[in-house]
C-alpha cells in the first residue's frame, strides 16, 4: 500500500526540519498571542504592568540579555517568553501564573526565577533561565 505522506520524506539531516519546527512554534504563539484578550478584560482593576526580565542561557556563547517592557489595559495579557535555544522543544518562560497570582493578593512588585523545561538536543538540564521582576499598577478603587 502506498503511504502518500512518507513518500518524498527524506529531509537532509539538518537545517531545515527545525526551521519548520521553530516556524510553527512561532506561529503557534502568535496565535495564542492574538487569542488572548486584552489586559483590561483579564484584569479589570490593573492599570499597568512593567516587566523586566534578565535572560541566561547556558553553553559555549552564555547569552544575557536584558529586556524590559510595559503593559497598558489596551495590550495583550500575554506574558510568554520564548526560549532562545535554538532547538528547544516546549521550552519557554511564561509569567502567567506569576501574575495572575500577584493580582490576585493585589501585590505591587514581585520577583523570582523560572527555568526553562524545553527539551534540546545539544543542552541538558537547566539551559536557560530567567530573572523577572514585576511592578503592577492598580486603579484606584473609588
Ligand atoms: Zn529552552
Known sequence: MRVPLLQGDSFPEGELPHKQNYLARMELNRQNRLATGPLSERFPQVSGIMISMTYYQKGVNPVLMLRTIHLLPSDSAYFNMECMIKGCVDGGFDLTPVVTN???????????????LGKTENHTGDHASVEYEIGIRYERSR
Open 102 to 116: 500577584m493580582v490576585k493578593a493585589r501585590k505591587k512588585t514581585g520577583k523570582g526565577r523560572i527555568e526553562c
